[in-house]
């Protein structure tokens, strides 16, 4: 079992930054792909950005493509998504995710496991 929490989220004006962080635990993600998703009041969950096993592979919706970087510390058992020059539809709920296999994904109903998630408010 992995267990993962996000931490990170706040309140930000348009323009501003922030950098979510996923913690797993329970066992070790180096060998897992990581994605973060996103799910806004009364919409879908959607993707925002996954990474391969090793960082080394990344990818990322058309939305947040130059704004957003997915990162990971195999060391820390932590991966990162650093978001800059936010806007108000950025405003969701952000969700980590894990997924057995090396080869990340950009389909939530691929994923292993979930955190609860982190909210990101962006004002305008």
């Known amino acids: 079992q992995v267990q993962l929490v996000e931490s990170g989220g706040g309140l930000v004006q348009a323009g501003g930054s922030l950098r979510l962080s996923c913690a797993a635990s329970?066992?070790?993600?180096?060998?897992?792909?990581m994605g973060w998703f996103r799910q806004a009041p009364g919409k879908e969950r959607e993707s925002v950005a996954a990474?391969?096993?090793?960082?080394?592979?990344?990818g990322y919706e058309d939305s947040v493509k130059g704004r957003f970087t997915i990162s990971r510390d195999n060391t820390k058992n932590t991966v990162y998504l650093q978001m800059n020059s936010l806007k108000p539809e950025d405003t969701a709920v952000y969700y980590c995710?894990?997924?057995?296999?090396?080869?990340?994904?950009?389909?939530?109903?691929?994923?292993?496991?979930w955190g609860q998630g982190t909210q990101v408010t962006v004002s305008s």
């Open positions: 329970g066992r070790t993600v180096s060998s897992f792909a």
């Open positions: 990474s391969s096993w090793s960082g080394g592979v990344t």
């Open positions: 995710a894990a997924k057995y296999g090396g080869i990340g994904s950009m389909r939530p109903d691929e994923y292993d496991y």
